[in-house]
């Protein structure tokens, strides 16, 4: 298989205070097509900046962002909006319109766009399906569970059909077990529609949980990459190590740490 997403030394400062801050100093990514591959990095690592070039929310100083047979970088503003509707991506904060229902935040995008609106229904409804949310359709973010107003993200994400979807922290703001649900629901999506996943997290576990391939990403480059079993049983890179110990930690507490008797 080829691969499907190809970053090839990607840099990206930015301004601060006058002073340059380099937050991605020489990105090498290949992701193939229909992996859920996962990078995973501590907070400030430059996962949420590497996330938004690969839309261009970000424009990168120099590198190479290719995506199937595009390239990201050297598209002109018409092209990559249409470029971009076939990347979703899925936010922390779910990043939800409070004043509008269920069914017009995820039908928004294609509101913009000047989708006629019974292809608009039709494609709401499906997509609400496939994320478990026919019946809250009228309700407002306001009176949905953090799980569900992910399943609103989600399904806004999923309503252009991407080829790519990007999930930058998406489970981080929920409790485990929603934060279960959540996952299973992206593997169901990429299992029914070959979605490509790249599934950006500080939380090993989901990438354990969900992703074959991962890559450790530390300020500013990728510094271990590979099978997710593989680098679990033989990281290599401090911070690789550094995940694996507090995963495996929190999976087999010390008994002697335990709630005592
Ligand atoms: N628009 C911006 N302007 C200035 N600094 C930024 C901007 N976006 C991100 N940064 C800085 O880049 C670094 C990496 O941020 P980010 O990509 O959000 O990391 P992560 O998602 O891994 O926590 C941080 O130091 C952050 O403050
Ligand atoms: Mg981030």
Do not use: W
Not at 71 to 91: M, N, T, Y
Not at 193 to 204: A, N
């Amino acid at each position: 298989m080829s691969n499907y997403v190809e970053i090839e030394s990607l840099h990206k400062s930015f301004q601060v205070h006058g002073e340059t801050l380099e937050v991605l100093k020489g990105v090498n990514l290949s992701i193939k097509k229909g992996e859920i591959f996962g990078v995973i990095g501590f907070s400030g690592a430059g996962k949420s900046t590497l996330a938004r070039c690969i839309n261009r929310l970000e424009t990168p100083d120099s590198g190479r962002i290719t995506v199937g047979d595009t390239d990201i970088l050297s598209l002109s503003k018409k092209e990559l909006l249409q470029a971009r509707k076939k990347i979703g991506v899925v936010f922390q904060t779910f990043n939800l319109f409070e004043a509008k229902t269920v069914y017009h935040n995820i039908a928004y995008p294609l509101r913009i766009s000047g989708v006629r609106k019974a292809e608009i229904d039709k494609r709401v409804r499906e997509t609400a399906e496939l994320v478990g949310l026919t019946e809250k359709l009228n309700a407002y973010p306001g009176g949905l569970s953090g799980g569900q107003k992910q399943r609103v993200g989600i399904a806004r994400a999923l309503i252009n059909e991407p080829d790519l979807l990007i999930s930058d922290e998406a489970t981080s703001a929920l409790d485990p077990q929603t934060t279960l649900q959540i996952l299973d629901l992206l593997k169901e999506i990429n299992r029914q529609k070959g979605i490509t996943i790249i599934m950006i997290t500080h939380e090993l576990d989901a990438i354990r949980y969900s992703c074959q391939k991962m890559a450790v990403l530390q300020d500013g480059l990728i510094i271990e990459s590979g099978e997710v079993a593989e680098i679990f049983r033989n990281p290599h890179s401090h911070t690789g190590k550094l995940f694996a110990k507090v995963f495996f930690e929190l999976q087999q507490p010390d008994l002697n740490d335990g709630d005592g008797i």
